[in-house]
């Protein structure tokens, strides 16, 4: 079964940087490939929301409110993604989530559990 579990989370005062990583175990690599790779974030009473998106082709893709401060990369060989966060405010408190998503294979998508990012002084 494949499972993706993410680390780096936190606590963090506003201005700082914290770096999330997702590892993906059981799944080949030419399978990971076929996968865009995603952080989604939920704050308490809000939706889900994407964060940021990286595909094996194209640019990576950011939310308007994180553009310029995350930077999204992928490394298909280790198969693991990670999310490099600077100069964070408390409205980016939330649960951070892995995703992999794929149009085309099955399942489309898989998420990991989660990791706690709180920004507060």
């Known amino acids: 079964q494949v499972q993706l579990a993410e680390s780096g989370g936190g606590l963090v005062q506003p201005g700082g940087s914290l770096r999330l990583s997702c590892a993906v175990s059981?799944?080949?690599?030419?399978?990971?490939?076929?996968?865009?790779t995603n952080w989604y974030r939920q704050a308490p009473g809000k939706e889900r929301e994407l964060v940021a998106r990286a595909t094996t082709s194209g640019s990576p893709e950011y939310a308007d409110s994180v553009k310029g401060r995350f930077t999204i990369s992928r490394d298909n060989s280790r198969k693991t993604v990670t999310l490099r966060m600077n100069n964070l405010k408390p409205e980016d408190t939330a649960v951070y989530y892995c995703?992999?998503?794929?149009?085309?294979?099955?399942?489309?998508?898989?998420w990991g559990r989660g990791t706690q990012v709180t920004v507060s002084s």
């Open positions: 995703n992999l998503n794929s149009l085309t294979a099955q399942p489309g998508d898989y």
């Open positions: 059981r799944m080949i690599t030419s399978t990971f490939w076929q996968y865009s």
